[in-house]
């Protein structure tokens, strides 16, 4: 998969993503409101443009703080923000991307990239353009009018993330969105997801089981189950993974786990 020829054959470019969110935990307690809280509680900012990769062990609670961060599940002690203002709801300007790609099966690649601005009530023909810009970023122009169940994985993790940034959030929380994928498609994601970012300004909040993946894309890791976050010495450089900064940092990662 070449990022670099859906980037050149694309006929218009997308609206530019507006500057990302700072997002912030202040001394916040993870958990369901009808079940038990998760030990501890987390203080985290994270800073506008940054790419935080979280990792822990199983159960920590990474899928509930992006949950909770999205807006979808309240803290049960503490305070949520965006630039500074309380997050109690989900919003427009922070998108989900999960593991399974939950496409709406019934609607067409385009439809499903649509789907956001059609519930913004974007008119039509601006949201078919949009949908269209972004379907030939991520390399799947000439599907288009495909259901989902005709595409592989890694196309319907595409369609995904297209969906994701078609409109124009300030904030992405990826939820192992490439946990799923063959090591070969897992990596030209990643690629993808570094070239489609580049230059757009918003923040993401990546969660992983995958320790070089989290080393690969994030400036920092935030180790969940410890409270440590750790700045990531040659963020996004595949040439890095060997450098001795890279491997102390990895073993330290490892050790936490």
Do not use: Y
Request: glycine share 10%; charged share 25%; proline share 8%.
């Amino acid at each position: 998969m070449s990022t670099a020829t859906s980037t050149a054959t694309s006929s218009a470019a997308p609206a530019p993503t507006p500057a990302g969110a700072e997002l912030a935990l202040h001394d916040v307690r993870l958990g369901h409101p009808d079940g038990a809280a998760l030990p501890g509680t987390v203080a985290l900012r994270i800073a506008p443009g940054e790419l935080l990769a979280v990792v822990g062990p199983s159960g920590c609670g990474k899928t509930t703080l992006l949950r909770t961060l999205a807006g979808l599940l309240p803290p049960l002690d503490g305070r949520v923000t965006q630039d500074g203002e309380p997050v109690t709801r989900p919003g427009a300007d922070r998108a989900l991307v999960f593991q399974h790609d939950a496409l709406l099966p019934w609607r067409t690649v385009r439809a499903n990239v649509e789907l956001p601005l059609a519930i913004r009530r974007v008119p039509r023909a601006e949201r078919r353009r949009s949908a269209r810009d972004w379907l030939d970023r991520v390399g799947l122009a000439e599907h288009t009018h495909k259901l989902p169940h005709q595409l592989s994985g890694g196309q319907r993790q595409r369609v995904q993330l297209a969906r994701a940034l078609a409109g124009g959030p300030r904030a992405v929380l990826m939820d192992e969105p490439f946990g799923a994928l063959d090591a070969h498609t897992r990596a030209g994601m990643q690629d993808l997801l570094v070239e489609i970012l580049r230059g757009s300004g918003a923040t993401v909040v990546f969660v992983t089981h995958d320790v070089d993946e989290a080393l690969h894309l994030g400036d920092r890791v935030a180790l969940l189950g410890s409270g440590q976050v750790l700045d990531v010495p040659h963020p996004r450089e595949r040439a890095a993974q060997d450098d001795p900064g890279t491997a102390a940092l990895r073993r330290r990662i490892l050790e936490s786990l």
